[in-house]
């Protein structure tokens, strides 16, 4: 392998006030191996620390959720109390000796919150059911909103204490934040819904208040910038939202795609076998660069390297985020810097999204 073909990967890039060692970024993945009130367990440490020092520049966390009743999965992280500060704080110090970053996402689930004996209502912009689902969120009241907002900004202040690189804001994928952005899930006729600045404003809320309490604190987001669903979000409103987000101050964003709603698999598409799979993301991505100053992350779908190369040096995306091929190959990125590889041997069977723990379960059955 010729030096060229990964030099542009491992150039350094700002984040708001952090730098980033190389352009390499674990996309935040569920893994399924949380405690059951949401510490970070050893299991989750020992998967970031074996990244960590394979050269991946910034770790972001699988989804933590920002109150109790904002949980979606078994065994997620959760960052809704004081007391997750100093397990975070130890990860980060964990993550840091390598020289790597480490971001927590952060969210609510919204639609696809679990209902509990603690929490037996789920919250959402408007009324809109799940397919195959038999429970209707119940549409949020003013105050539930204000609520939801504070606990998301509460969710950064600890992440800040806990001395976390930065946070993502998880915008994407039928979450709370991505159903007050879309159109299709976003119903409502108040100043929380209708044109697209008032469907965004629960997330420039969020970005205020924690902006005016640190605003050297970087703040990242993930977006959808196409839902799958007719009447949801497509790439013209996506470009809409993003100008919105950087003109708030946001950080960096990351450009995905896909919801429950969605009649085929789009956030995690399988059968990527060839390079004109990859990156099936990247239109987007390079649309939303051309319209905002900061900088752009681009997951889907992306296993060769050339791809990755090509994806920076063609300005269709600042940095390249890869999720299933570290589930098998954690140590992926230095078999390229080290010239043992140029592309994953990740076949995207998506066996690996295992409740048990996640894992590549093809590689086990070898």
């Given amino acids: 392998m010729r030096v060229k073909d990964i030099e542009p990967l491992l150039d350094e890039i700002r984040i708001g006030s952090i730098t980033i060692g190389n352009r390499f970024v674990r996309s935040a993945t569920h893994e399924w191996l949380a405690e059951p009130d949401g510490k970070p367990s050893r299991a989750i440490a020992e998967i970031y620390e074996n990244l960590a020092k394979n050269n991946i520049g910034l770790i972001i966390s699988g989804y933590s959720f920002v109150s109790p009743c904002g949980r979606s999965s078994s065994n997620q992280q959760g960052i809704y109390d004081d007391r997750f500060i100093e397990d975070y704080a130890s990860l980060v110090r964990m993550i840091n000796k390598y020289d790597a970053k480490f971001f927590i996402q952060i969210v609510h689930g919204g639609r696809q919150a679990l209902v509990t004996e603690d929490c037996s209502k789920i919250l959402a912009p408007s009324p809109v059911r799940l397919p195959e689902s038999n429970e209707c969120p119940e549409q949020m009241s003013v105050d539930d909103i204000e609520k939801v907002i504070l606990d998301f900004a509460n969710a950064v202040d600890r992440a800040r ?6 946070v993502q804001l998880h915008c994407a994928h039928g979450f709370l934040l991505s159903n007050f952005l879309s159109p299709y ?3 409502r006729e108040d100043d929380w819904g209708g044109d697209t600045e008032r469907r965004s404003r629960i997330v420039t809320e969020i970005l205020r208040i924690a902006k005016k309490d640190d605003d050297n604190f970087p703040i990242a987001a993930k977006m959808n910038a196409w839902d799958g669903i007719d009447g949801g979000i497509n790439l013209r409103e996506a470009v809409k939202i993003a100008e919105i987000l950087n003109s708030e101050g946001i950080d960096a964003i990351e450009v995905s795609g896909g919801s429950e ?15 004109g799979d990859e990156a099936y993301f990247r239109e987007y991505s390079r649309a939303i660069k051309k319209n905002v100053d900061c900088p752009v992350i681009l997951v889907g779908g992306l296993r060769s390297l050339g791809v990755m190369r090509r994806m920076i040096s063609e300005e269709y995306a600042d940095m390249i985020s890869l999720s299933r ?37 093809q590689e086990e059955r070898r």
């Fill in 325 to 361: 091929p570290l589930i098998r190959e954690p140590d992926l990125v230095s078999k390229f810097i080290k010239g043992n590889s140029n592309r994953a041997t990740c076949i995207s069977c998506n066996n690996c999204f295992d409740e048990t723990g996640i894992k590549c379960n």
């Fill in 261 to 275: 709603d969605a009649r085929t698999e789009i956030t995690c598409t399988p059968d990527i076998l060839a390079e």
């Fill in 185 to 187: 899930t976003n119903r």
């Fill in 161 to 166: 204490r806990a001395g976390v690189n930065g």
